[in-house]
Structures are given as structure tokens and as C-alpha cells.
């Protein structure tokens, strides 16, 4: 009865860690939850598809990671995410002005992860939120150490810009 | 001094808990998905071989000529250039673009076939006369799981429960797997906002879903619900009065994390 043991492992693996991913689809869309809610279904029917031969590799919760990543990637080269979209509430951030250091609102850190291209912000989110190292981080994204490593510079420059320059990062540097 | 891991963590908000429906669904998608790959796979299999088939018919007998002889491949006469590609003996990478063409068309329709079949059962009705299935009182023996009903819809069988979940289908359902919820009846504890009475919080095309309050809570919850496939064609008080029927026992689970 192998579709009941590939549903009860799935159910089990959903359970635990369907959270994490809604959480990392989150900052991934820079604060759209309807979006996120997609990606998140759309990373585990895949997930479900490909659970025998995930499970005996890599496990499925980096299987799940990447194919979250690539969802999202995938989603911003829709042509008609390149145009202006209506949404239920006005954002509450000012556009360009610096945020406080001390205490940036949410919806501020989500507004300087929405500038960032797809690519950076990926990178921002699996280094720095899931503390994924660049190697991990190169495998999830499926590039090079080395673009890793411009992205993330990249990025880091961009937020310490925008949040402030004493921004740290202790996670996710090695 | 701010850590952007913290920022990080406070901007993806809080960490929700999927409740047994989210669970439910995901794996409902995941089952469908697999079964149009399934599907499609054999689809294109199937075109895969028609199209090798076809080719050394096309291949042996050659093309019909004007006089309406066939050709032989690579024979004489003048030809067009289109002629000559189109008459000449497959190279391989041509007889591969064929099945590949013929597997792609195989597999789009197998998809959509398989769509159909899922939201027949789901939403088609299950009797011929579309009328409401019947319920009748149930008085067989004591059901496995947690989940103990009263009353049982006409001509269907209990698929399998346990103490996440009961799951019942049409006899006939092809779909014997008792984690496969579409277009079958689901039992489950429920994490949705809280009611005072038992109502149908939730309907489209391919399911309705009733919940009912529990007496005192078992496993955090609250509630459970009755997932249910349209084709029964229940009005609310019928499918209100067959969950209502149902008792949870405190051996239930709810499906978290």
C-alpha cells in the first residue's frame, strides 16, 4: 500500500512544517498573503508528487524550500505581475524615507524587501530567515556560490540603506 | 544595533498552525496532481506508440505520387524541397519531434480529462434522477476510529477511519484510497472559527462543509466537520442532520503540527 505510506509521511511533514513555509512564502512576496498561500500550495502538490524519490534523497523539507523559491521566481516573470495591481488596504509606509533603526514597522522591512529584485530578495530570505548557508542557499536557488555572494551584497546594501546602516547580520554568513 | 534576523522573523509574522483542513486540502491537491500525472504519463505513452507505429508505414510505403503510385524514399524525380523533407526517410530527430508532439497533445488531454473526472465526482450527482441521496439509519457495528455516525447515506461504504478522520464514498468510487478526498464524505475535527450551532459554513463546486460544535473539546478542538461532495445533492438540513448524527469520541485527533 504504497499511496497511504506516501500520504501519512506527506500529512505528517505538512503538519510540521507548512507554517515555516507560509512564513518564509511571506517575506518571500514581501507581504502578500493571498500569494503566498498559493506558492505555499502550489510547493507542496509538487512536493506530494515527487515524495518517493524526495524522501529518499535530499528529505523534503529543502525539496519544498526549492521548489518555493523557484514558484515565486517563476510568479514574478508573469507579465502581468509587472503591472500595477490593486490591493485591499493602503500600504502605511512612506515610500522613500528612512525608517527608524530602532524600531522599523513590518510593513516597512516588507517595503524594502518588495524593492529588491526577486533573486536578492530569495537570498535575503533563505540566508538570513531560514539561516541557510551559501552553499544550501546556491542549491535552493540553483546558481553559483559566487552569485550568492554578489546578491547578497547586493541586497545588504540596499537595506542597510533603507533600514538603517548599523543593520547586522549575525545568521547566515558562512 | 539591529539583527536582521530578527527583523526577518518579526515581518513573517506569526507561525500558524495548519488546521486539519489545510492538511486535508493540501493532500487532496497533491493526490489529484499525482493522478493527472498518472494519467498523462500513460496518455502520452499510449500516443508515444501510435506515432512509432505510424512512422514505418509512412517510412515503407513512401508518399503517393501525382500519378498516385507511391514513392519510394530517396527514388528519383524532381521534388520540391518541402517534398523532399516531407517524403524522405524520418531521421531520428524528426521521428522524435513526432512523439514528443503526439505526447505533449496526448498529455494536455489526458489532463483535462482527468480534471473532468475529478470535478464530476465531485459535483455531479450522485444519483441518475439528481435527487438528494437518501439517509437512512445506521446499525452495523461500531465503525473503526473516532468518528461513530448514526445515520449513513444510501449506497456508499466507509473507505477507512481512524482517530484523524472518517472517510466515506460511493460504492462504486474507483478511488478506494481513504486519504483521497474528493468527491467523498470526510469526517474531521475542526480548527474554524467557532459556531453555536451546527450549520454549512462553506460551499462551492467541489465541496460543502458543514460544522458542528462538540460538547466538550477533544484534542484543542472545538468543532468537527463534514466535508461533503456536492453530488449528494443534500439540502442544508439534510447534511446539518446526518453530522449531527455523528458522535466524536475523546480518542480523536486533530490533524497539527
Known amino acids: 500500500m504504497r499511496e497511504p505510506g506516501r500520504t501519512a509521511a506527506f500529512r505528517d511533514y505538512v503538519a510540521a512544517d507548512r507554517g515555516r513555509l507560509l512564513r518564509t512564502a511571506r517575506l518571500l512576496t514581501a507581504g502578500d498573503d493571498h500569494l503566498a498561500e498559493d506558492l505555499v500550495q502550489t510547493a507542496l502538490t509538487r512536493l506530494y508528487v515527487a515524495w518517493p524519490r524526495v524522501s529518499r534523497a535530499e528529505g523534503p523539507g529543502p525539496y519544498a524550500r526549492k521548489i518555493l523559491v523557484n514558484a515565486f521566481i517563476d510568479e514574478t516573470r508573469r507579465p502581468w505581475r509587472r503591472r500595477e495591481r490593486a490591493t485591499a488596504a493602503l500600504p502605511d509606509r512612506a515610500a522613500a524615507e528612512p525608517v527608524s533603526i530602532d524600531l522599523p514597522a513590518d510593513s516597512a522591512v516588507l517595503g524594502v524587501l518588495a524593492e529588491l529584485p526577486p533573486r536578492q530578495r530569495a537570498v535575503i530570505v533563505l540566508r538570513y530567515l531560514l539561516d541557510l548557508d551559501v552553499q544550501a542557499t546556491s542549491r535552493a536557488l540553483d546558481c553559483s556560490e559566487g552569485t550568492v555572494k554578489s546578491q547578497t551584497s547586493h541586497a545588504l546594501a540596499k537595506l542597510r540603506e533603507r533600514l538603517g546602516a548599523q543593520l547586522t547580520t549575525t545568521g547566515g554568513m558562512s | ?257
Open chain 2, 1 to 257: 544595533m539591529t539583527e536582521l534576523h530578527d527583523l526577518l522573523e518579526r515581518a513573517a509574522g506569526p507561525h500558524v498552525t495548519p488546521d486539519a483542513r489545510d492538511i486535508a486540502n493540501d493532500v487532496a491537491r497533491g493526490v489529484r496532481a499525482l493522478r493527472r500525472r498518472r494519467t498523462g504519463a500513460a496518455g502520452g505513452m499510449l500516443a508515444a506508440a501510435v506515432a512509432a507505429a505510424a512512422i514505418p508505414v509512412a517510412v515503407g510505403g513512401g508518399w503517393p505520387s501525382a500519378s498516385g503510385g507511391p514513392v519510394a524514399p530517396g527514388g528519383s524525380g524532381a521534388k520540391s524541397p518541402s517534398a523532399v523533407a516531407n517524403s524522405g526517410p524520418l531521421t531520428a530527430e524528426q521521428k522524435k519531434k513526432q512523439a514528443a508532439a503526439g505526447q505533449v497533445a496526448a498529455e494536455d488531454a489526458a489532463k483535462a480529462a482527468a480534471e473532468k473526472v475529478a470535478l464530476a465526482a465531485a459535483s455531479h450527482s450522485w444519483r441518475a434522477d439528481g435527487a438528494p441521496v437518501p439517509i437512512h439509519t445506521y446499525a452495523g457495528p461500531a465503525l473503526a476510529g473516532s468518528y461513530q455516525p448514526s445515520l449513513m447515506p444510501e449506497e456508499t461504504v466507509v473507505q477507512g477511519g481512524n482517530a484523524y478522520r472518517l472517510t466515506i464514498a460511493r460504492a462504486d468510487d474507483r478511488d478506494k484510497n481513504p486519504d483521497s478526498f474528493v468527491g467523498k464524505i470526510v469526517v474531521m475535527l475542526s480548527g474554524r472559527a467557532p459556531v453555536d450551532t451546527p450549520r454549512v459554513v462553506e460551499s462551492d463546486s467541489f465541496s460543502r462543509i458543514v460544522v458542528v460544535p462538540l460538547s466538550v473539546p477533544i484534542d484543542g478542538a472545538t468543532m468537527f466537520e463534514v466535508q461533503y461532495a456536492p453530488g449528494l445533492a443534500w439540502t442544508d438540513d439534510e447534511a446539518i442532520k446526518f453530522a449531527s448524527s455523528i458522535e466524536v469520541l475523546p480518542t480523536a485527533k486533530s490533524a497539527k503540527g
